[in-house]
């Protein structure tokens, strides 16, 4: 909360969500549009009031994970791990439900107050998706909220969510995904070695599974709080372990999917999904095009492996034609 009691809102979603269009329905005209200090990335912060708050809301740039490989990644994640934000809006869309909630996987282990708007629900209602937000906040431990975002009239469910998360400081509940990661013998040991050390609100698990996955900053970050004996333990675990990365996918996939079973339904068959919707949805070969779009990303992978991402994105390229 700042010092003149407002509390902040940050909007957290991959592109294309509803971020913008939610900041614009709830702020309006107080909004002010900058740019992040030292970047050519449009920072825009606005303002609304609510009872008797008000609230100062972030609209964060779009980012599919929260890595650190462009501008906008890293801007997004310092903000989140920064802690200026009281409570995290986090958008996925409701017609790509799986792909979406990849944002959430990743930002779990993030100890910030938050809840989740599934938005797009205009459009997954009209794909015959029956969606249980009820039974997904009851696994998540925080509100989740069906939405639609260009709908102002009906924010009623918004501000409901946003006001139990910050009275009831509403956490993520991250223990079937850590159970998960446990199954990786090197997520294990990397656990192990990080021992109590937490990063302002990133949580050793979070830590830990940045640092499987390859996260050059958090890696850093982790050695220079350990000590040289355990500095030099967690280089031999990461000079030996493969596919982190992927392995780490896996399971924040399979999370998503443990979560969305039973809480998702579909009543018909989806209409009028282009191509390339129906390969990233499709039920074996769209979450190894999710991994493989974030993968792509990266500037510290093999060339034969960044080769065999580009060849996909052609495929996906050929397919839209
Ligand atoms: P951002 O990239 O996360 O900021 O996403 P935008 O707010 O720019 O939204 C992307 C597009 O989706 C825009 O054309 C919006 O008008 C549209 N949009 C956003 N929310 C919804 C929604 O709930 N339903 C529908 N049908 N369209 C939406
Ligand atoms: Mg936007």
């Not at 609209?59 to 906008?72: F, Q």
């Not at 220079?224 to 030099?232: C, D, H, R, V, Y």
């Not at 675990?237 to 493969?242: A, F, G, I, P, S």
């Amino acid at each position: 909360m700042t010092a003149k009691n407002e509390i902040v809102i940050a909007l957290l979603g991959q592109p294309n969500s509803g971020k913008s269009t939610l900041f614009n329905g709830l702020t309006g005209l107080r909004q002010h549009v900058g740019n992040w200090p030292g970047k050519t990335v449009e920072k825009k912060e606005g303002s609304f009031t609510h009872g008797d708050k008000k609230y100062i809301v972030a609209d964060l740039p779009g980012t599919y994970s929260l890595s650190a490989n462009s501008d906008e990644e890293i801007i997004t994640r310092d903000y989140i791990a920064s802690g200026k934000a009281d409570v995290v809006c986090i958008l996925a869309d409701s017609s790509q439900l799986e792909r979406s909630l990849y944002m959430l996987s990743d930002f779990a282990g993030i100890e910030v107050p938050c809840f989740l708007l599934l938005n797009m629900s205009d459009v997954a209602k009209d794909q015959g998706k029956d969606i249980n937000a009820k039974e997904m906040s009851d696994k998540l431990g925080i509100p989740v909220v069906l939405f639609s975002a260009p709908n102002v009239k009906k924010y009623d469910a918004f501000y409901e969510a946003l006001e139990t998360a910050v009275a009831n400081k509403t956490v993520l509940n991250t223990s079937s995904l850590e159970q998960k990661y446990k199954d990786i013998p090197d997520y294990s040991e990397i656990r192990n070695i990080i021992g109590d050390y937490k990063d302002g609100n990133r949580t050793g698990m979070w830590l830990a599974i940045k640092t499987l996955e390859g996260d050059l900053p958090v890696t850093a970050k982790v050695k220079a709080e350990l000590g040289n004996e355990k500095t030099a333990e967690l280089s031999s675990v990461l000079d030996r372990c493969e596919k982190g990365i992927v392995k780490a996918g896996e399971c924040k996939f399979a999370w998503i999917d443990e979560l969305t079973a039973g809480s998702v339904k579909k009543e018909k068959k989806a209409a009028g999904l282009g191509k390339f919707d129906r390969l990233i949805t499709h039920r074996i070969w769209g979450k190894p095009v999710v991994v493989l779009t974030i993968l792509l990303e990266r500037t510290d992978i093999s060339i034969p492996l960044k080769t065999a991402v580009w060849k996909i994105r052609i495929l996906d390229l050929e397919m839209k034609r």
